[in-house]
Structure formats: structure tokens, C-alpha cells
């Protein structure tokens, strides 16, 4: 089946730049999305369409894709943005598929 | 305003059946599908499956193909998941999400519903 790969943590300071990336053969033909999830907290969408941003989403947030990898940039990471954050993408029947999700440490 | 607003958590005993609903406002009903996410304790998200709430089209991970149903009210813009045959396993959080609408997918999400499954 159809997965797609992301690293288990990343850790940064604050005011570094963080990337998390996300691997996935179909993602040369179907967009990324990545959503943050706070503890406790339902998912939010914060990149669309691999390089799109949401109203209200902060601009230190973007996305980018080559070939098989989509990668998030924090730019300036910030102490709050310390959350899980998955990919997801679609497979060959259109169905959503998420990634196994990244641990963002800020400190 | 939209929202999706489900319902409260449920302790179940192996082998029983759950049902959670997705009360949603703010939006015509059947202009949204609406997808259930499904988050074990630590664990990723994982979709479960999808309606199409104007005609009632549904589609199922693989994985939950027999034992999942997804249903929907539309006289009072609600949607449902069942869930058959639980184990300790399917002890999770499960979401409620709208996708085939607005600018992207995924774009609002019900607050979770914890379902417990222990004997």
C-alpha cells in the first residue's frame, strides 16, 4: 500500500529554521498538505495544494515539493509552534493518506 | 461560522458497536463531504473513510471494509460514523472533517470523540 515517509522528530531553537520532510512516490503527481496538531488539540490545516497558506496561517509557515519530497519550512520557529505536524497527500483511488507525523521540539 | 461539533466520549466492551455523530452549521450540508480520521493514543492519523452528503456515496479504507458504516441525517446536517466489532485496538480519538468544498480539503474539523474500548 501506498505510505508516505516523514522523520519521527525534528528539534530546533528558537529562531532557527526547521524542515520537516515527507517522501512519497506520488507526490510528483498529487498535492501535499500538512496540518499542525497541538496536544489535546483537533488537526489544523496550515499548507495546501503543496505551497499554499490558509488565511490566518503565519507567514513563517511554507511549503514546497520536489520530485517525490514535500518539505514544511518553519522560518523563525517560535516556542508555539512545538507540535506534531503530518503530511497527507491522496493515493491512486483518491483516497487521503497521511503521513506517520513529525515530533517539531523547540527549545 | 462553520462547525463541526460531535458528540461526547463512549466506553464500549470488546465486541460492541459505537456510533459518533458530526453535527455541522455554518455551511449547506450536502455542498461538504465529510471524511472520519481516526488517532490512537500517541499514535498518526489514519482516514477511515468518506461521504458524499448530497448523494450518500460513501468509500472505506481497506482496512475497516465490513465494519465501518458512515450514515447521514440530512434534515438535521449530522453525519455518523459506526464502528462494529471493537477490540482494544480501535481505542482512539476519532474526527469528523469536511473535505469537496471551499479552497482545499481537510479545512474544518470536529473537536474529537474518544472511544474506549475495555472490558
Known amino acids: 500500500s501506498y505510505e508516505l515517509t516523514q522523520p519521527p522528530s525534528v528539534s530546533v531553537s528558537p529562531g532557527q529554521t526547521a524542515r520537516i520532510t515527507c517522501s512519497g512516490d506520488?507526490?510528483?503527481?498529487?498535492?501535499a498538505y500538512w496540518c499542525q496538531q497541538r496536544s489535546g488539540q483537533a488537526p489544523l490545516l496550515i499548507i495546501y495544494d503543496d505551497d499554499k497558506r490558509p488565511s490566518g496561517i503565519p507567514e513563517r509557515f511554507s511549503g514546497s515539493t520536489s520530485g517525490t519530497v514535500a518539505t514544511l519550512t518553519i522560518s523563525g520557529a517560535q516556542v508555539e509552534d512545538e507540535a506534531d505536524y503530518y503530511c497527507?497527500?491522496?493515493?491512486?483511488?483518491?483516497?487521503?493518506?497521511f503521513g506517520g507525523g513529525t515530533k517539531l521540539t523547540v527549545l | 461560522q462553520v462547525h463541526l461539533v460531535q458528540s461526547g466520549a463512549e466506553v464500549k466492551k470488546p465486541g460492541a458497536s459505537v456510533r459518533v455523530s458530526c453535527k455541522t452549521s455554518?455551511?449547506?450540508?450536502?455542498?461538504?463531504?465529510i471524511n472520519w480520521v481516526r488517532q490512537a493514543t500517541g499514535q498518526g492519523l489514519e482516514w477511515m473513510g468518506w461521504m458524499n452528503t448530497d448523494s450518500g456515496n460513501t468509500g472505506y479504507a481497506q482496512k475497516f471494509q465490513g465494519r465501518v458504516s458512515i450514515t447521514r441525517d440530512t434534515s438535521i446536517s449530522t453525519a455518523y460514523l459506526d464502528l462494529a466489532g471493537l477490540s482494544s485496538e480501535d481505542t482512539a480519538f476519532y474526527y469528523c472533517?469536511?473535505?469537496?468544498?471551499?479552497?482545499?480539503?481537510?479545512?474544518?474539523w470536529g473537536q474529537g470523540t474518544l472511544v474506549t474500548v475495555s472490558s
Open positions: 472533517a469536511r473535505t469537496g468544498c471551499g479552497d482545499y480539503d481537510f479545512d474544518y
Open positions: 455554518g455551511y449547506t450540508f450536502t455542498t461538504c463531504d
Open positions: 497527507y497527500s491522496r493515493d491512486n483511488n483518491t483516497n487521503p493518506i
Open positions: 506520488l507526490l510528483t503527481k498529487k498535492y
